[in-house]
DNA sequence: GAGGCGTGGCT
DNA sequence: TAGCCAAGCCT
């Protein structure tokens, strides 16, 4: 069943000339939006805005451009090195990954950022969005992006609705993939502004529809700005006394000590013994830490950031 | 396909 | 206050 389309075509060019006109205007001068950007800059930047603010990721982004500028030098870093660079962008998981990017890419593409998207779908992290937003951002080519910004832009302008589904579904895909200019540099201005038009006005707690462009054309104002028919079915994550912050706590203790790190440390951040145990377990086996000593008697145990101790604070 | 995976700001 | 939310990906 396809989604409701309360718009017409000469609607939806409207749509997409004003967003266009907008975004030239007003686009926030995002570093790895200037002219001097490269291909590498603009991944790096996407890997690190999953699920991360971006006024978060701008100044780490910066620091890790100006000391790993290239796919080929981040590539030779140690594991320690980046997951400190990293610092608390959340998800460390993902600063592994993007080093496995970094040498897929040197490995199968001569250290270039392929422009092709399902080279670029192929490489570690890189998934649908994120495919498709370095084919439009870095190399001005057509993709189809949805991100949770354009699907609540999409849901609001043209589906009539307060908020999409919890989880993508088929039919907005297919509406997003209709939607998409079809001309390279079209395409690739509609992502950006659609998605500014999301972060910035917007946005799903409180949106500014009185410094919106198109508030004209939206099919939600039109319809009266009806409440959220998903309203409730979202669940909330839970988070005290979570594996995730137990995790989190660990890893933040380690990435703040210049040498291995005692299990009895530990036990003192986090007293329960046996998740503990668990998490450092799971964190060993995703290779975002490396136990030095202990010799299986856990409690002389001590734990670090794989590949040293680093070599700044 | 549902659930796991960090962190911090905002209401 | 305690959820809610933020340029998702992977299993």
Same mark, same amino acid.
């Given at each position: 069943?396809?989604?409701?389309?309360?718009?017409?075509? @000469?609607?939806?060019?409207?749509?997409?000339?004003?967003?266009?006109?907008?975004?030239?205007?007003?686009? /926030?001068?995002?570093?790895?939006?200037?002219?001097?950007?490269?291909?590498?800059?603009?991944?790096?930047?996407?890997?690190?805005?999953?699920?991360?603010?971006?006024?978060?990721?701008?100044?780490?982004?910066?620091?890790?451009?100006?000391?790993?500028?290239?796919?080929?030098?981040?590539?030779?870093?140690?594991?320690?090195?980046?997951?400190?660079?990293? =610092?608390?962008?959340? +998800?460390?998981?993902?600063?592994?990954?993007?080093?496995? &990017?970094?040498? @897929?890419?040197?490995?199968?593409?001569?250290?270039?950022?392929?422009?092709?998207?399902?080279?670029?779908?192929?490489?570690?992290?890189?998934?649908?969005?994120?495919?498709?937003?370095?084919?439009?951002?870095?190399?001005?080519?057509?993709?189809?992006?949805?991100?949770?910004?354009?699907?609540?832009?999409?849901?609001?302008?043209? *589906? *009539?609705?307060?908020?999409?589904?919890?989880?993508?579904?088929?039919?907005?895909?297919?509406?997003?993939? $209709?939607?998409?200019?079809?001309?390279?540099?079209?395409?690739?201005?509609?992502?950006?502004?659609?998605?500014?038009?999301?972060?910035?006005?917007?946005?799903? /707690?409180?949106?500014? &529809?009185?410094?919106?462009?198109?508030?004209?054309?939206?099919?939600?104002?039109?319809?009266? +700005?009806?409440?959220?028919?998903?309203?409730? $079915?979202?669940?909330?994550?839970?988070?005290?006394?979570?594996?995730?912050?137990?995790?989190?706590?660990?890893? =933040?203790?380690?990435?703040?000590?210049?040498?291995?790190?005692?299990?009895?440390?530990?036990?003192?951040?986090?007293?329960?013994?046996?998740?503990?145990?668990? &998490?450092? =377990?799971?964190?060993?086996?995703?290779?975002?830490?490396?136990?030095?000593?202990?010799?299986?008697?856990?409690?002389?145990?001590?734990?670090?950031?794989?590949? *040293?101790? *680093?070599?700044?604070?």
């Amino acid at each position: 069943m396809p989604a409701p389309h309360h718009q017409s075509p @000469a609607t939806i060019t409207e749509l997409q000339e004003t967003l266009a006109d907008w975004f030239e205007r007003t686009a /926030r001068p995002l570093p790895w939006r200037a002219p001097d950007r490269t291909p590498w800059g603009v991944l790096v930047s996407e890997v690190m805005s999953q699920q991360t603010p971006v006024a978060r990721v701008a100044p780490v982004w910066l620091e890790w451009m100006d000391r790993w500028p290239s796919p080929a030098a981040f590539a030779a870093a140690s594991t320690a090195d980046v997951l400190r660079a990293w =610092g608390r962008l959340g +998800y460390p998981r993902r600063a592994l990954r993007l080093q496995e &990017c970094a040498q @897929a890419v040197v490995e199968r593409h001569g250290g270039e950022v392929p422009e092709d998207e399902a080279l670029l779908l192929a490489l570690p992290g890189v998934g649908a969005y994120t495919a498709a937003a370095v084919m439009a951002f870095a190399f001005g080519r057509r993709s189809v992006v949805v991100d949770t910004n354009v699907r609540r832009v999409l849901a609001r302008t043209v *589906g *009539g609705d307060a908020l999409p589904m919890p989880a993508l579904t088929a039919a907005e895909s297919a509406r997003a993939a $209709r939607l998409a200019p079809v001309a390279d540099d079209d395409a690739a201005l509609w992502a950006a502004s659609s998605m500014e038009l999301g972060a910035v006005v917007c946005t799903a /707690r409180a949106p500014a &529809c009185d410094r919106c462009p198109v508030s004209h054309l939206c099919a939600w104002r039109a319809a009266g +700005y009806p409440p959220d028919e998903h309203a409730g $079915r979202r669940r909330t994550q839970t988070w005290k006394g979570t594996d995730r912050q137990a995790r989190g706590t660990v890893m =933040g203790a380690l990435r703040a000590s210049h040498g291995p790190v005692a299990r009895r440390v530990l036990d003192d951040l986090w007293p329960d013994a046996a998740q503990l145990s668990r &998490c450092l =377990g799971s964190l060993v086996e995703d290779g975002l830490v490396e136990q030095v000593t202990g010799d299986g008697a856990v409690a002389d145990a001590a734990y670090q950031l794989p590949g *040293g101790a *680093g070599a700044q604070d």
